[in-house]
Structures are given as structure tokens and as C-alpha cells.
């Protein structure tokens, strides 16, 4: 099997039925019934007196002057709507305004306690989301709970966990390869597991060795991210998966680089088991600032009934809300960030199988036309939607505080450790060849500045170079103008 080229399905597997053949134009009412009965009004409980207060200290402030404020600060952001955010492994990615648009129709942001007969659409939208999320991923069921990719990943080892205790196994370790991102690390230690960190191979990718060696009876899952956090997509998946699948693990997908496989190859193909989805960063929600998010979790058929609850499917009503019969319970609260999740909807029905794998071409043309672009050394490919260059005798933080100079947003530094003062850099599928000219030219023209120069940037910005260790430990958050 390969999975360098579009595919959906084996020979000898049952016809895939296309995530949608055509765009959706499918109409989604998701406000309901509107007609009230003595049952449904609303509940009139007065707020507990400590928790109100009688008055409120807040700035008189005139229309112009608030007005100002805001412009102020969105001059002094950079942010996806005033340039290119190439942050490898975040996927500061196309945000359609649409989406936004959607999310903010009165119609859904209706209470979640609504009795289910009123809240149809709600549930038909996802419960639709659900099936579109499953079949992107090769996955036999999902759930809308977690709140963020961590909460996802947090979500994903507790089912692996609750899977293996309900069939009396139990086991101690997670094996987590270096270059992974950090919350798998928490996500594991946090389920109650030892982590097993793995080394790569010399071509970044997994040393097949060393995983024999770190695998054993012990070992309750392994997590990884593929393509990796080099860019680099593990040829050796389905031997993976074998290993980690021979002594009695589950293979868990981080999708934090869905985006290079959209619409191309399917982590259930591959073999995992489980998977979570940064729908925020895959499917057109904002993120970076510290939410909202959505990750969603989707499981082969022998851990479905361990996922959170509640869950959708069809019903005689239309659509219901039910509890898997081993669930871990809920992980948030009702079905989890439903505006994200809304857009997240709305972006895949917009876009179907077409637009999705055309947006992952894009990907992953862009990053290796920028790769070549950059005269920094990238040490390890053929990379597809991000990759890692070497800042080499520079500082790596230097290097992107000075790009901010050339009116760019560096790349993420530092990381992953195996390639030294790592400049991690991924361009997006929206950025066109004039962006990415100045984006390499920013990088081109740092490689070959001095220490000095680079110590004392950036000198061009709105703010100047911050003491980052007091940064971080003496907030200042006001509604005041900075110099006052």
C-alpha cells in the first residue's frame, strides 16, 4: 500500500463512499422546534448572592475613544489578516471568513439544555460532523467533547486506558518518540503512565530498532504525529503499527499534520486506533492566542464504546444524544466548543473531498518551494507541509526576532531539539509565490548579519526587545494606553 497518491480505499474493500462527491448544499435548520410547552420554559433560579455583586468599576469611555483603543492594539498585532504566520507545527492556516459568518448566525448559539425534540438541528449538524470527521480519518466512530488538541490527546490515552482495563490488562507505559509535541509527554503522564521517550533514526524518522527494544507487554500505546514534526512522513507506518499492534498496543495519531494528508491517505489506513483532530487548526478556527479550539477524537469500532459522552446518532425522533456503554464520561461541558465545531462543519462542507485535498497539494507545494528558497541548511527530507531548517552558529531566536525587522512572522524556534537552533517552518496552503519570496528573503537576508545586529533586535516594531523572563512573570493586562 502506498500513500503518496490520492487514495481512499483498498482494491478489495468495499466502494468508500466520497466524503461528498459535490459540494454540500445540504440545508441544516439547527434551530428546532420553536414552540414552548410548560416542560421547556426556562428555568428562573436567582445567581447565589456571592457570586453578584451591586456595582461594577469600569472605564466611561466614549464610542471614538473605545474605538481607538482597539485600533490601536490591532496596529500594534501582527496577526493572519496582516501577513503570513509560517509557525511550523501550528498551521496558522486559511480562516475563511464565511465560517465566521456562520458561527455568528443568532440561530446557533442555542442553549445546549434545550430538550432534544428542540434542538434537531443541532444534533443533525453534529451528527453529521461526527460522519465527515470519521471518514477523513479512517476512523469508525468519533466524539465532539474535548475542547483543544491536548484535552484530545488527554481524551484519547484515558479511552486507551479504560480498553485496556476493561479487558483486565494492565499496562504502564506510553512510548513517545523525542521529537513529539510536548503535551503528548503531559497528555500520558497525566493518564497515570510511564513515558518511554523513543530516539530517531538518522534519517529523522522511527528507528525500527529502537522500537523493538522500547516495546513490551508494558507498553499501552504508542503516539505519534505523521508526518512527523520534521515534515517527514514515517514510509514504515504499517510496520509500525504491526510492532506496536504484536504486543497488545494501540497505535495513537496526533493530528496536528492532518493538513498534509487531507483528502490523500487516512491514519485508520495506516493502522491507528485513535486519533484526535485539531478541527481548529485543520478545518478554520483562529487559534494561537490560547483558544477557542476542538479536538475531536475518533477510535476503530473496539474502542467506541469508551469514548465521552454524549455521543449522536439517529434516532425514531431524527437525531439523539446517547452514552457509549463503557464511556469514560464527559471530558466538557454539553458537546463540547459547539462554535468551533460549527465552522469546522461549515469549512468541510464548503470545501468536500475536492477542496480538501487541494488544499493539502498546496501544503505541502508550498513548503518545499520555500525550503528551497531558504538559504538556512535544512537537513532532513523530502519534507511535505513544514520543515526544519538549522540557524547553525546563529541563535535561532535571535534569527526570528530579527525577521520581524523584514515585516515577516518568524517560524518557530528551537524545535524539534534534534536539529540544532531550529528555525521549524511551515508556509500554509493560501500563501502565493510573491508571499513566500519575501518570507525566504527575510530569511536570507539574517543569515548573514552579525551577532550584534541580531542580539538587539527587533528594532522596527511597535515594541522593541523585551526582558522575556520578566515578561512572563510580571503580566501587565490593562485597558490603559501602555505609556500611561
Not at 469611555?61 to 500594534?76: D, I, K, N
Not at 514534526?229 to 497505535?251: C, P, Q, S, Y
Not at 493538513?259 to 485543520?282: S, W
Not at 531550529?422 to 536570507?444: G, R, W, Y
Request: charged residues 25%; proline residues 6%; negative net charge.
Amino acid at each position: 500500500m502506498t500513500f503518496d497518491q490520492a487514495r481512499w480505499r483498498r482494491d478489495d474493500e468495499p466502494v468508500y463512499e466520497p466524503l461528498l462527491s459535490e459540494k454540500d448544499e445540504t440545508t441544516v435548520t439547527i434551530d428546532g422546534d420553536d414552540t414552548e410547552s410548560a416542560d421547556d420554559s426556562a428555568v428562573d433560579v436567582p445567581l447565589p448572592d456571592h457570586l453578584t455583586r451591586d456595582e461594577l468599576s469600569l472605564p466611561e469611555l466614549s464610542e471614538p475613544e473605545l474605538a481607538r483603543h482597539y485600533t490601536r492594539l490591532s496596529q500594534m498585532t501582527y496577526a493572519i489578516d496582516t501577513g503570513p504566520y509560517p509557525l511550523g507545527s501550528c498551521t496558522m492556516k486559511y480562516n475563511p471568513k464565511f465560517t465566521e459568518d456562520v458561527a455568528a448566525l443568532g440561530d446557533a448559539a442555542i442553549h445546549p439544555d434545550r430538550p432534544e425534540r428542540r434542538k434537531q438541528g443541532t444534533l443533525e449538524l453534529q451528527y453529521r460532523l461526527q460522519d465527515y470527521l470519521a471518514r477523513i480519518g479512517g476512523m469508525d466512530a468519533v466524539s465532539l467533547q474535548p475542547p483543544a488538541g491536548a484535552a484530545g490527546e488527554f481524551t484519547g490515552i484515558l479511552v486507551a486506558k479504560a480498553y485496556h482495563e476493561a479487558r483486565g490488562d494492565d499496562r504502564s507505559e506510553v512510548i513517545i518518540p523525542e521529537s513529539a509535541h510536548g503535551t503528548n509527554f503531559a497528555s500520558a503522564a497525566l493518564g497515570g503512565y510511564d513515558v518511554v521517550s523513543l530516539p530517531g533514526g538518522e534519517d529523522g524518522r522511527v528507528d525500527l530498532d529502537a522500537l523493538e527494544s522500547a516495546l513490551s507487554e508494558e507498553t499501552a500505546a504508542l503516539m505519534l504525529t505523521n508526518p512527523n514534526t520534521l515534515g517527514l512522513f514515517e514510509r514504515d507506518i504499517e510496520e509500525i503499527a504491526a510492532m506496536v499492534h504484536d504486543v497488545g498496543g494501540l497505535l495513537y495519531y496526533d493530528g496536528a499534520n492532518l493538513n498534509a494528508l487531507l483528502g490523500r491517505a487516512r491514519p485508520g489506513d495506516m493502522g491507528f486506533d485513535i486519533m484526535h483532530y485539531n478541527v481548529h487548526k485543520t478545518f478554520a478556527t483562529p487559534h494561537g492566542g490560547g483558544g477557542p479550539g476542538a479536538g475531536p477524537v475518533g477510535v476503530v469500532d473496539e474502542l467506541a464504546e469508551f469514548l465521552p459522552a454524549p455521543r449522536v446518532r439517529r434516532s425514531e425522533m431524527g437525531y439523539e444524544e446517547f452514552r457509549p456503554e463503557q464511556s469514560i464520561g464527559k471530558v466538557h461541558g454539553f458537546s463540547g466548543n459547539w462554535l468551533v465545531l460549527v465552522k469546522a462543519y461549515a469549512y468541510i462542507a464548503r470545501l468536500g473531498d475536492e477542496g480538501l485535498a487541494d488544499a493539502s497539494a498546496k501544503a505541502v507545494l508550498n513548503a518545499n518551494y520555500l525550503g528551497e528558497q531558504v538559504e538556512y541548511e535544512v537537513p532532513y527530507g523530502p519534507f511535505h507541509h513544514e520543515f526544519v531548517a538549522s540557524a547553525g552558529e546563529q541563535d535561532a531566536a535571535d534569527v526570528a526576532k530579527r525577521m520581524l525587522d523584514y515585516g515577516v512572522h518568524p517560524p518557530t524556534t528551537k524545535w524539534p531539539e534534534i536539529v540544532g537552533e531550529a528555525l521549524m517552518t511551515e508556509p500554509t496552503e493560501i500563501e502565493s509565490k510573491d508571499t513566500l519570496d519575501q518570507l525566504a528573503q527575510a530569511f536570507n537576508a539574517v543569515i548573514d548579519e552579525d551577532d550584534e545586529t541580531l542580539a538587539s533586535a527587533p528594532e522596527r516594531t511597535a515594541a522593541r526587545l523585551i526582558d522575556q523572563t520578566s515578561a512572563a512573570r510580571n503580566l501587565r493586562l490593562s485597558w490603559q494606553a501602555l505609556d500611561e
